[in-house]
C-alpha cells in the first residue's frame, strides 16, 4: 500500500491563482481529513469528509473547497490564492472515527506571493 | 471547547536522558488523546493514543504516556533519549464519537550528544 499520497509537493503561486492540491489514500478508508500547519499553530482543520459525496467544514474552511467523488480521492482546491494560504496542507485518512488513528501524507508545501 | 495546551515549544536534552513533554487538555467530557511525531519534511506519525482503556499508554520507539483525569493531562515521556528521537511532537484531542482532531502547536524536542 503507498498510503495517502499527496501532489504536488511544492508549489509556488501568484496571488488570485487557482489550484487543486490532490490527495489519494488506497486503504480503503472513510474518512479523510485536510488540515494547514503554519509555524507555531499546530495543525488546524480545513475540511473534511466521511465518506463519499459528503463532506464538511472544519475549523478554517474560508477560500478553500473540497469534493469527494470516489472513496480513494479528496482534492482541495484554493479558488482566489491570497498570501495568507502560505502553509504546508496536510492529508489524512482513517478507518472510521476518531478513536482510529489518522495516517498522514508528506504534505504540499504552499507559497503564494 | 476542546483544547489542547503544550507547555514549551522547545525543549533540549542530552542524549540519555529523561524526555518529557508536557500536554494538558480541556474536555467536557472524557476525551480520546493522542501523541504524533513530525519527523523534519515529512507528515504526522502516530506514537500512540489513549482511548479510555489502560491509563498507561505505551507507544513506539519507547515513549509512553499517562492519563491523569485530575490533572487534565496527558504527559509524554521516554527514560532515555535518543539522537533519532529529535523531532517535533503534538499532542491532540478528540471527543469520543466525532471524527475531528484538535492538535496543540506542537514542542520541538532536541537531543544534544
Known amino acids: 500500500n503507498a498510503g495517502v499520497t499527496q501532489t504536488p509537493k511544492f508549489r509556488i503561486l501568484k496571488i488570485g491563482q487557482s489550484m487543486t492540491l490532490q490527495c489519494a489514500q488506497d486503504?480503503?478508508?472513510?474518512?479523510m481529513y485536510w488540515y494547514r500547519q503554519d509555524p507555531g499553530m499546530g495543525l488546524k482543520l480545513i475540511y473534511y469528509?466521511?465518506?463519499?459525496?459528503?463532506?464538511d467544514k472544519g475549523e478554517v474552511p474560508n477560500g478553500y473547497n473540497v469534493s469527494r467523488s470516489t472513496t480513494e480521492d479528496f482534492p482541495l482546491r484554493l479558488e482566489l490564492a491570497a498570501p495568507s494560504q502560505t502553509s504546508v496542507y496536510f492529508c489524512?485518512?482513517?478507518?472510521?472515527?476518531?478513536?482510529?488513528?489518522?495516517?498522514f501524507g508528506p504534505g504540499t508545501r504552499l507559497t503564494v506571493t | 471547547a476542546q483544547s489542547v495546551t503544550q507547555l514549551g515549544s522547545h525543549v533540549s536534552v542530552s542524549e540519555g536522558a529523561l524526555v518529557l513533554l508536557r500536554c494538558n487538555y480541556s474536555?467536557?467530557?472524557?476525551?480520546?488523546l493522542f501523541w504524533y511525531v513530525q519527523y523534519p519534511n515529512q507528515g504526522l506519525q502516530l506514537l500512540l493514543k489513549y482511548t479510555s482503556a489502560a491509563t498507561l499508554v505505551k507507544g513506539i520507539n519507547g515513549f509512553e504516556a499517562e492519563f491523569k483525569k485530575s490533572e487534565t493531562s496527558f504527559h509524554l515521556t521516554k527514560p532515555s533519549a535518543h539522537m533519532s528521537d529529535a523531532a517535533e511532537y503534538f499532542c491532540a484531542v478528540s471527543l469520543r464519537a466525532t471524527n475531528k482532531l484538535i492538535f496543540g502547536t506542537g514542542t520541538l524536542l532536541a537531543v544534544q550528544p
Open positions: 486503504m480503503n478508508h472513510n474518512y
Open positions: 474536555s467536557s467530557v472524557p476525551p480520546y
Open positions: 469528509s466521511v465518506g463519499a459525496g459528503i463532506t
Open positions: 489524512a485518512s482513517s478507518l472510521t472515527a476518531s478513536s482510529y488513528e489518522q495516517y
